[in-house]
């Protein structure tokens, strides 16, 4: 007999985000382990894509099993499933950061003073501008594997004709956009929109088209009801 995986999909979504994060740090590791420049960061641009899109893949699939692990017998009202697109592409997003950081390092590195001899123990400017990186990939690839869950989630559930409740994680501080959003519900095939209440700003992140997340690191998530 065997036994079932017992991970719900917040797990898998943890799992995806570790994961990703080892891959695209000993990415970085090893892009700079001959020195630190920007040339050395653009060099592995189709590497850190990669990996992103990898770990958005893996969201994609947790979030398309939401769906359809309660769905079986269930009719597709829909004669395909047609795949909501994320807000923004991987590659434009990858591109977008590794390039700046790229400029970043390199004007870094030109204004530091031939001799340190002065300051032996202070954090050179470029280093500050790869620890900065480090953070982007990893919050990146976090927003990219729950955008790609959320994209699931709901063109499955507009497949099968299912509303959708957005749920908060319940272990996290939800900031005053996603507390208002939590436990909010749509018909099938619609998005959410802003909350607009007290607290919550009239304009949100650029990325947020109506699913989670609404922030870069929001965990929410979205899932199906009849
Ligand atoms: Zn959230």
Redesign the pocket.
């Known amino acids: 007999m065997t036994t079932p995986t017992q991970t719900t999909p917040a797990q898998q979504l943890d799992a995806a985000e570790a994961q990703a994060d080892a891959e695209i740090q000993a990415i970085i590791t090893a892009a700079v382990a001959a020195g630190l420049s920007g040339a050395a960061v653009l060099a592995v641009l189709a590497a850190l894509t990669g990996a992103v899109s990898a770990a958005a893949q893996r969201g994609f699939t947790v979030g398309a099993q939401i769906v359809l692990q309660g769905a079986a017998g269930r009719r597709a009202r829909m004669r395909q499933l047609v795949v909501e697109p994320l807000p923004t592409t991987v590659e434009a997003d990858v591109r977008a950061v590794v390039e700046d950081v790229a400029r970043r390092i390199d004007s870094a590195i030109a204004g530091e003073p031939p001799d340190t001899t002065t300051a032996p123990v202070t954090v050179s400017p470029a280093a500050v501008e790869l620890a900065r990186f480090r953070r982007r990939m990893r919050i990146l690839a976090i927003t990219k594997i729950h955008q790609a869950a959320s994209s699931a989630t709901y063109s499955y559930a507009r497949w099968l004709g299912l509303d959708l409740e957005w749920v908060?994680?319940r272990d996290?501080k939800?900031?005053a956009?996603?507390g208002a959003?939590n436990g909010r519900r749509v018909p099938s095939g619609e998005k959410f929109a802003n909350p607009r209440r007290p607290g919550v700003p009239r304009k949100l992140w650029a990325g947020f088209e109506g699913l989670?997340?609404?922030?870069p690191s929001?965990?929410?998530r979205v899932i199906p009801r009849t």
Not at 212 to 215: E, F, L, S
């Open positions: 908060t994680r996290g939800a900031c956009v996603c959003l989670p997340p609404t922030h929001c965990r929410c």
